[in-house]
């Protein structure tokens, strides 16, 4: 659609200009598509641009496979662990790519500081599962024995990802790649039967025949673990007393930031381009500053923890805080010269909004995409020579431009409560040929002449030779940011109470201080 003079893909890096942002997933789309057999990584700015690219992906192409590694939500060297359904999400996908046999389009939407770090050998995820089938035998011992190394927690009631609750002949896992926690069903050994629930309502919702448990953390905790642990340890920092790190890990417990230290746990780290051999690298427009501030961070943040020690007060502030041995960045992030040598080796595909140069090249091309032009502008006051007028009335002028040119329009908006209220308005401007689209598919298979209205959050608008998409956010100027409203805690407090046990004690609202009994 957009590819046609782009027919060569060759090792090393590659320039695509004119893609401006919201045109970043079609492109993404078509190399998949042309690429079926193999992964197309599309690496973007951050975590709320993968939320973006695969809420567009997935509208343009309903049943593309799309797999999504997020980074880390804390700072390089911090002493708090990444949150569980981050982890989640990460070991979902590395477990996925570790077994994945590339048949069909797929696409890995990730971020600069995912794409920068180290990731456990793919045979880690690969061994590390467990499949469990209705009717089959389970062992309650060799269960609690993978729950525990994989990152699982023991808690009451089942409410988040990497969680699982024993509860006699009930065992309800949350597992890291479902929506749902699951419910199993035991007389005896033998599995009755599987489902899926609601973790709010604690309701089921399907049933389910078989489920695959993968870990949900990149962290094992096993008696190889701890002991390659311990001699890394002590190889980097010498013998060491009284730090609660190793302490805890050589006891065979968790402790929150372990993760930082995750090369010394594991039998060789990999990158994540390791995983996927055969793959087409797509870099968003910020790649390289990205990653250039990306790696400047990490160095800042580990010459801060090691000054700490090498400062002249630093035997008295060991001894009035806790100890912080930070491993070396390039244990566990990518070095600049590895990226360069992986952009390289790689189909590389830089994107940029921008038009390449007029001395195109075989490694040089330009889409001719343009960005949209900014209606909601002229609502801003203008001398005589500038622009008047409605900024419908100038959205509905270039309407009749594009088609008159023959290209295909189609306006897109952030909810269906904005398309109804947007294609209203247009139709109050004089724009009569229009229909509200249900697909994408539908969308571009209409009559030319006639405009199309989509649902999808695309911040800007861009315009080819034959197509023209404009946003909500460019017919109206920048989008107004609404407060959600507070919801009520009704839910929570049914969720709660399910956790209280016979003779706690409580606030009765209507009378006071008493004793649970029970419902």
């Known amino acids: 659609m957009f590819l046609k003079e782009f027919k060569t893909l060759r090792k090393g890096q590659t320039s695509l200009g004119g893609v401006p942002k919201s045109m970043e997933p079609l492109i993404v789309l078509e190399l998949a598509e042309k690429n079926p057999e193999k992964i197309v990584v599309f690496v973007t700015l951050d975590d709320a641009a993968i939320s973006e690219a695969v809420e567009a992906i997935s509208y343009f192409s309903p049943g593309i496979n799309i797999l999504t590694l997020p980074a880390w939500d804390c700072v390089p060297y911090d002493r708090v662990s990444p949150r569980s359904d981050i982890l989640g999400k990460r070991v979902a996908a590395l477990s996925t790519l570790s077994m994945a046999k590339v048949t069909e389009p797929t696409v890995l939407v990730t971020s600069n500081n995912a794409f920068l770090q180290r990731v456990p050998n793919r045979e880690l995820f690969y061994k590390n599962s467990l499949k469990i089938s209705t009717g089959s035998d389970l062992s309650l011992e060799t269960l609690s024995k993978f729950l525990e190394t994989n990152g699982f927690n023991r808690t009451g009631t089942v409410r988040e990802a990497g969680e699982y609750a024993f509860r006699g002949g009930i065992i309800d896992i949350f597992p890291a790649n479902s929506d749902n926690p699951v419910r199993f069903d035991l007389f005896g050994d033998e599995i009755e039967e599987i489902r899926e629930f609601d973790a709010l309502t604690q309701q089921s919702i399907a049933t389910k025949e078989q489920v695959v448990l993968t870990p949900v953390s990149e962290l094992f905790l096993d008696e190889s673990s701890i002991s390659r642990f311990r001699t890394g340890y002590r190889s980097l920092f010498g013998n060491v007393s009284d730090d609660p790190l190793y302490e805890s890990i050589s006891a065979g417990r968790r402790i ?23 793959s087409i690298l797509v870099l968003g427009n910020q790649f390289n500053a990205g990653v250039k501030a990306r790696l400047e961070a990490i160095d800042d943040f580990y010459n801060a923890r090691t000054s700490f020690f090498d400062g002249p007060a630093s035997k008295k502030a060991l001894k009035d805080s806790l100890p912080y041995r930070p491993i070396p960045p390039g244990d566990l992030y990518l070095t600049e010269k590895e990226i360069d040598q992986i952009l390289e080796d790689k189909v590389s595909i830089h994107l940029s909004p921008f038009s390449s140069p007029s001395d195109l090249s075989a490694q040089n091309y330009d889409i001719g995409a343009r960005r949209m032009v900014k209606f909601g502008r002229v609502q801003k006051d203008t001398d005589n020579n500038g622009p008047s007028g409605n900024n419908f009335d100038e959205a509905k002028t270039s309407i009749d431009q594009f088609i ?52 999808l959050g695309l911040s800007e608008g861009f315009s080819t030779k034959n197509l023209a998409i404009l946003t909500e956010q ?16 009704g839910d929570a407090f049914l969720a709660d109470i399910s956790e209280l046990s016979e003779g706690d004690i409580v606030v009765h609202i209507e009378h006071g201080l008493g004793r649970y009994e029970g419902l």
């Not at 308005?425 to 009569?432: A, M, T, V």
């Not at 460019?474 to 805690?489: A, E, N, T, V």
Request: net charge positive; hydrophobic share 35%; glycine share 6%.
């Open 256 to 278: 929150a930031g372990a993760e930082h230290w995750l090369p010394l746990f594991c039998d060789g780290m990999q990158k994540i381009t390791d995983f996927i051999p055969k």
């Open 404 to 455: 008159a040119k023959g290209s295909r329009v189609i306006i897109s908006c952030y909810s269906s409560g904005s398309t109804n209220r947007i294609s209203s308005l247009f139709l109050d401007h004089g724009l009569k040929a229009q229909f509200i689209a249900n697909s994408w598919q539908e969308a571009i298979s209409s009559q030319k002449e006639h405009v199309a209205f989509i649902t």
């Open 474 to 489: 460019d017919i109206l100027g920048d989008r107004l940011i609404r407060q959600r409203p507070k919801k009520s805690r």
